[in-house]
């Protein structure tokens, strides 16, 4: 009886770990299936449209202001300074003496200039005596020649020749007269030089010398001057304009520009001169700006900010900014074509706010990716998701 419970019970066990070890095989299986992923499709990514229109930016640009007109004086004379009327911030007229000179050899050099003028006239004036004499010894021996035997033939000729001589020394002694009163001329220019005069209307921005000063004419560029003049009812705004943006400029337009000294103010300057080179080391073009300053208000040296607009001839294709994908060797948008990716070589130009500008094998209405990135291979099947349309 005993024997039979023991074998009841080994069966019974036998059966249970059988049980158990088949409910194990079956978890352990549901398990290893749940973890394998299921296979997918094509990636999935956004895109967006190429979109046309005219490109119409304004930027801000550099500038500086300069005057229009500017001249550093040296006097043209040697001469110590006998007065001097202006001095820094001095606005002066057209014609107005800015300083005296004093150089008494000039006044030695006029003495002997005059002295000479003199001579020469006497010496000319003894001349046609001399050649009035001989034609009327010539006119009163040719009438004698006139009865045979009284004036030989050779005598006539010999004062004909006294005549022609005559003549001559008073051609030369007319000759020097003009000399001396050229020279006498020139002496008393230079006594003008004495006194210094502003070529234009203008502001003086540098005095360097005062009453005593010895002065006098220089070639050296780097010398000081006695007093510097500037112009500023007329201001030039020298803006160096980048190579990329020089198509837009034409002359006339009018452009605004704003200087620290008067924030919130916007003055306007008038496109008036253009370079046409582009300066290689900046490659930059300079185009200067007609700034009226009939106040005075703007000061030559300052700095300012122009907005340049910038525009082209015809409309631009447009792309947002994160679509434009560079490597080392290339840059491209990633452009979606029947389902399949590829990679359109572009150059890139004028950013307008959000997007920029690109050239390349593209058109309006293309479909590339939202985002630019040599993550996304050539070639690849996607499927696109466009930005949904927004609410009006």
Not at 2 to 31: F, K, N, P, Q
Not at 203 to 226: S, Y
Not at 263 to 274: C, D, K, L, M
Not at 371 to 376: L, N, Q, S, V
């Amino acid at each position: 009886m005993t024997m039979r419970c023991d074998v009841r019970t080994r069966r019974s066990l036998v059966s249970g770990v059988a049980c158990a070890l088949l409910a194990a095989g079956c978890s352990g299986s549901d398990s290893t299936r749940s973890a394998t992923p299921p296979t997918t499709g094509a990636p999935t990514i956004d895109v967006v449209r190429v979109i046309e229109q005219p490109l119409n930016v304004t930027l801000s640009l550099p500038g500086e202001l300069v005057p229009y007109q500017t001249v550093a004086i040296h006097p043209r004379v040697t001469g110590f300074i006998k007065s001097i009327s202006v001095d820094r911030g001095s606005r002066v007229r057209a014609g107005e003496i800015l300083a005296t000179l004093e150089a008494p050899e000039l006044l030695a050099q006029r003495a002997e200039a005059q002295s000479k003028l003199q001579s020469a006239e006497a010496e000319l004036a003894a001349a046609r005596a001399r050649a009035d004499a001989q034609a009327s010894t010539y006119d009163n021996l040719k009438a004698a020649s006139s009865t045979p035997g009284v004036v030989a033939g050779n005598d006539l000729v010999i004062a004909g020749k006294a005549v022609d001589a005559a003549r001559s020394q008073v051609v030369a002694a007319q000759q020097n007269v003009e000399g001396a009163r050229q020279a006498l001329a020139a002496v008393t220019e230079m006594e003008g030089y004495l006194r210094v005069t502003a070529p234009f209307d203008g502001v003086v921005t540098e005095r360097n010398v005062h009453p005593g000063a010895l002065v006098g004419p220089t070639t050296d560029a780097t010398a000081a001057p006695m007093v510097r003049l500037v112009e500023q009812t007329r201001l030039r705004l020298v803006v160096p304009v980048p190579e990329a943006y020089t198509a837009s400029v034409t002359l006339g337009a009018k452009m605004p520009f704003t200087v620290a000294a008067y924030p919130g103010h916007v003055f306007s300057g008038t496109v008036a001169r253009i370079a046409r080179a582009v300066e290689v080391a900046s490659r930059t073009m300079a185009v200067e700006l007609d700034v009226a300053n009939g106040d005075g208000q703007l000061a030559p040296g300052t700095y300012c900010q122009v907005r340049w607009p910038v525009t082209r001839p015809g409309p631009s294709l447009l792309v947002p900014s994160g679509s434009v994908a560079s490597t080392t060797d290339r840059t491209f948008v990633v452009r979606i074509r029947e389902g399949k990716t590829e990679w359109v070589d572009v150059k890139t130009g004028i950013a307008s706010g959000p997007l920029v500008e690109v050239f390349g094998d593209l058109k309006a209405g293309d479909q590339i990716a939202g985002r630019g990135t040599d993550e996304i291979r050539s070639g690849v099947d996607v499927r696109v998701r466009e930005p949904a349309p927004a609410a009006s």
